[in-house]
């Protein structure tokens, strides 16, 4: 937790009786920069682990004392998803992010949002334009996702055209500003790399949730940047629920009931052969399914390695 | 604010740079006695009247800069119901009540709540047993209210009949622990006075709805004096947006628009009986709606006294 | 209800056991054209007026013999607001959409969607091109809406300078493609004028709430469309819920505290210099939220016409 | 399928235009027993299987033309927990239970819900009197559930003083509301074991979430025969969905991620000894935890039988 971002202003210190968090309180106000023009800074937060703590004895009362320690309990109800008393703390965060990312990230209903709006205020000139680095080739295997980078000469062709169309239309919504035309009309020619902000509040197990899915490789890379951004602050903030999600969520695994039944009813390891055949009998010949299992078994050296 | 309830412990003054509210700090751990055995009391908040400016700045952002105050912005806000804004403040109660109240008040489903539960602990033997002066008749026109009271016989004849259900059904609950009955069925028995306990956590919008819903004459007497504790610590916690409130919902008078049209149509003050002769037509001869269109003509003085 | 757009595919009449809507059935799959390239149809429905009636006879039990008929149970319960019977039904309509219009229309959080996604599939090549009539001037009076028009000439420009956008960010989207860059990206050069289409479900309540809000002048003009083409179809599906929703809401009219306060303790009609030095008193010197009184009572016949 | 209970009235066969289901039509209107006075039957729906689909091809546009078939289509999705198509179907039960039940229930907040009202109507005489069979031991593993049974003559006194203590508050209620006491107060003294009843209208992924929680061991036993009534008529009404959720939650198996490690790690199956010894190093000591795991290597016949 050294090497914090600047704060900025507006975060001063006083006197209150709510329970506070110290990781927390070092967040308050310092942005994590995210993308070329975007970040995430926290506004504000409600709680810390022992608030969950505090919640689960309002409703296990005497029946919680057997749990010997809030760290125990802590992770007992993350195992067991029981997780309503995660829904007691709360975070608010400001945050900045094309609009591209503004649409995934809304798609998670259960937040609190309020955003810059274009009807009433201008629109910056702040466009995303990717790095290099990540300007890839569609994968093939994942159909949402991207594979290997392209050419050089490709990846500079692609951001030489984006900024030509970013140019050329923030211009054009400038001239229409200048005609003083309806600002919500104007803004229409502008592309959906514009950045937008919002100030976005949530509770800890629906961030949790929303952390689990755009930390996922699947997740656009561009918006895992900002749930990075957001579970660096988590960890600080919350220890406890942290490292009870990445062992009982991020980290685990999970076998389906064919699958389940499939390595109950053999020895294992086997070989790579077998086990192809087997699996595919299993789950219905559904080749997809299969190879997911596989790398699953592989992954946990149950698949002999196919020597000669 | 003078004569607060003594604050249970655990309320320690430490430093955050959160923001904070002078009259919620107060109030933090302060528990409002409500009916016999119940009582509310603020466990933590986030935010205060700044926050709900600061979020509606992100969205209207230079848009804003018209409205020269901060307290002229939320009752701007208030007055057209832009409500994302007061979703952004956070108030967590400890809340203890009857279970039938408690069965209405979890119908306002945007809160977070951990409840006592009765499968883990004991109940206890704490039941509600009204007040004299709460002991009322069937109200014969609203179908679900009380009118005026019982006689004193009949008053102490309730009571004592309630007593005698709790004790008993107490007892038993306490012969079958004894028997090591699974508590999840030992409290089966005990009626809906029982007190139950939860926190229960809500935003600033959706605290609003649920006490415009249940400070209504409507709600039924038990409910409403939860309403009007939490109400108390409101006014102090958020003055600014609490008087919005007030003067844009709770006493706002509202119109249909057939009745929109008979105040347009029409000179004012009318005789009741014309007033009632029109009112009938045009509002298709119901007479529920009728009567209570008069009442509101009534009270702004544009019925005439139908003097002899 | 006659000249109903033509029907798509897939509507084939079978047998059901569950209760229809006379209105509904005729609307499923005829597409009502929205802006240039945008339509609304609806997919599917549970319930019609009676399924209101029957849920709220479950509630209210023998309570509700005395409202004689469906129709006044209906206006009964929306009339005070008791919305939960009218959650009892549901839409499902396809829409598509400029992106823009999306992002307000998201906002709305208690419906369900299904979104056609630019990581998965190929973006079209059609973006909304406004017609002349609604390029209009930014508002003065009300920061977020349109004025008068601009002149032709203008006009005219806004149309070729967006279509210039549309046209060059398109191509280049083709040349991303054509490279087998990986769809998430090639797409973030799209204007949020770019259509998008969507499945989305809601239930009435909510719907009417949507309506409320995206039927008022304040709404952008584009969203308005897509909310009056669905007001068209509900208004077929449940017609009596529709009237009392028109009656009780889209044309009720409120007044706040102070101005209740003002209407009662005076005598009316006064002249507008009276109402106007009065009401500024009453209103803390507000001097929109003035204007905004004194339009109402200029619509009620309650300001004198200022004559010489 | 054979065997359904007989329908009750209302439920005629009209024409439709929507889509319907032919294992759900079979459902409607037909209720299924639950506890002594208890039932659900389906009261109507929106969607079958193939509306699942009908929602993922419009998000995932020609992505989804690889996946061959509409049931490898649904399995994809649920197996992925790509969640949002399952939003698209809704069903509406009719509900009578215990009052204890529905406290239980209503605690799954995104259903709609029209409950019958204590306040407008009166109480039945009907309350919940368990089946000798289950009136059990509080267990002692297990917090919050049943063990091994009573003896009989306690099963028999648990009977009798529950049948008590509804025969006495019934009694005092009829007294009550002779009085005319209002009824919002008549009815406090009446048991968490009186029947209510209630509409309950939920999108089939929420329902699943709900089924997923309430079929399991850990939930009460009466509200599990409720969910077991739900879930019967689903198996029928969208079978290829309900056998995806079979697969992939309801039989799935969990790791976390230290489980996960452990797994990876050793050589498989191990004596209990060892794998106890290196479980406890693996989870901090925590019994509980340990024991959990154990129960599931065992299961997996990953420990060896500890022979002499």
């Not at 007691?88 to 709006?117: D, G």
């Not at 995303?128 to 594979?147: E, F, M, T």
């Not at 309806?182 to 950045?195: T, W």
């Not at 695994?253 to 009998?281: C, Q, V």
């Amino acid at each position: 937790m050294t090497g914090l971002p600047r704060r900025i202003n507006g975060f001063n210190e006083i006197k209150t009786r709510r329970p506070a968090s110290r990781g927390a309180e070092r967040w308050l106000g310092c942005p994590i920069k995210v993308l070329d023009h975007g970040f995430v800074y926290l506004v504000d937060y409600m709680g810390n682990d022992d608030s969950v703590v505090q919640a689960a004895r309002v409703s296990y009362g005497e029946g919680t004392k057997k749990v010997s320690t809030n760290v125990g309990l802590i992770r007992y109800l993350r195992r067991h998803m029981h997780t309503t008393p995660f829904e007691m703390l709360e975070f608010k965060f400001h945050c900045k992010m094309p609009i591209f990312v503004a649409r995934q990230w809304v798609r998670h209903r259960t937040a609190n949002i309020n955003e810059y709006s274009g009807r009433y205020s201008e629109m910056s000139d702040e466009f995303y334009l990717p790095d290099l680095s990540v300007i890839a080739k569609q994968s093939g295997g994942n159909r949402q996702g991207r594979d290997e980078e392209l050419n050089p000469e490709q990846q500079a062709r692609v951001r030489e055209l984006l900024s030509a169309d970013y140019t050329q239309s923030y211009a054009h919504y400038r001239e229409f500003l200048d005609m003083n035309l309806a600002r919500e009309l104007a803004r229409i020619g502008l592309s959906v790399a514009n950045y937008t902000q919002w100030y976005w509040k949530i509770d800890l197990h629906n961030l949790m949730h929303f952390l689990a899915l755009r930390l996922d490789e699947h997740a656009q890379w561009e918006i895992r940047q900002y749930a990075e951004a957001m579970a660096r602050i988590l960890k600080d903030a919350v220890p406890v629920c942290w490292k009870a999600f990445e062992d009982y969520q991020l980290n685990a695994i999970r076998f389906s009931g064919p699958e389940h039944k499939m390595l109950r009813d053999n020895r294992w390891p086997m070989s790579r052969e077998d086990a192809y055949r087997m699996a595919l009998t299993v789950l219905n010949q559904n080749q997809r399914e299969t190879n997911e299992f596989l790398d699953k078994l592989y992954d946990l050296g149950f698949i002999l390695s196919s020597t000669g």
